[in-house]
């Protein structure tokens, strides 16, 4: 079965908190956002992700970075592949791990952390917190409401600099 072919993120914000949570228990646990590496690419498997991964890591235009729990960093929660456009941060992927979907998920807050590393990046390079993605028609009202994305035309949406400092702040303090 070949991988599926992108027309627009979908992804469930299922609640924006301060790393991730987990989904029975409350408890929260501290996160690292790294880039993906070919090492990494390795424990990667196919059968356990939507999107295909390697081929985002060997994209050269693309940055592909993965969320892990800090007490627990051989364990990838989720991932994300972003470009630089040299005035704002595209998302061109994200993706919870298949333990983390659906309604027995182990932790919540996973796409939200994404998200906000991508902000994060975005105000790193002088962007202003600017990052667009394009969206899924149906998940448009989604992300206004959750992320406090703006829609700009057709799928193309943006989260522009006040809706970006309310989520780095969410889940980037120090």
């Keep these: 079965m070949g991988k599926v072919k992108v027309t627009g993120l979908e992804f469930d914000v299922?609640?924006?908190?301060n790393s991730i949570e987990n989904a029975v228990t409350g408890e929260v646990f501290d996160t690292e956002i790294t880039r993906l590496s070919a090492k990494d690419n390795r424990s990667i498997k196919k059968a356990e992700w939507l999107f295909d991964w390697k081929k985002e890591l060997k994209d050269s235009t693309k940055e592909v970075y993965k969320l892990t729990s800090a007490n627990n960093p051989a364990i990838i929660q989720g991932l994300l592949s972003i470009e630089d456009k040299q005035d704002h941060i595209f998302m061109h992927l994200i993706e919870s791990s298949n333990f983390n979907k659906g309604q027995n998920k182990v932790y919540l807050g996973v796409p939200g952390n994404l998200v906000a590393y991508a902000c994060k990046?975005?105000?790193?390079?002088?962007?202003?917190?600017?990052?667009?993605?394009?969206?899924?028609?149906?998940?448009i009202e989604h992300y206004q409401r959750t992320l406090g994305a703006t829609h700009f035309r057709g799928q193309r949406m943006f989260l522009e600099t006040t809706a970006a400092t309310k989520l780095v702040n969410q889940y980037f303090r120090d």
């Excluded at 299922?14 to 908190?17: A, E, G, M, Q, R």
């Excluded at 990046?121 to 998940?139: P, W």
């Design 121 to 139: 990046v975005a105000f790193e390079r002088s962007y202003q917190g600017f990052v667009a993605f394009d969206s899924k028609t149906a998940l």
């Design 14 to 17: 299922d609640k924006l908190t």
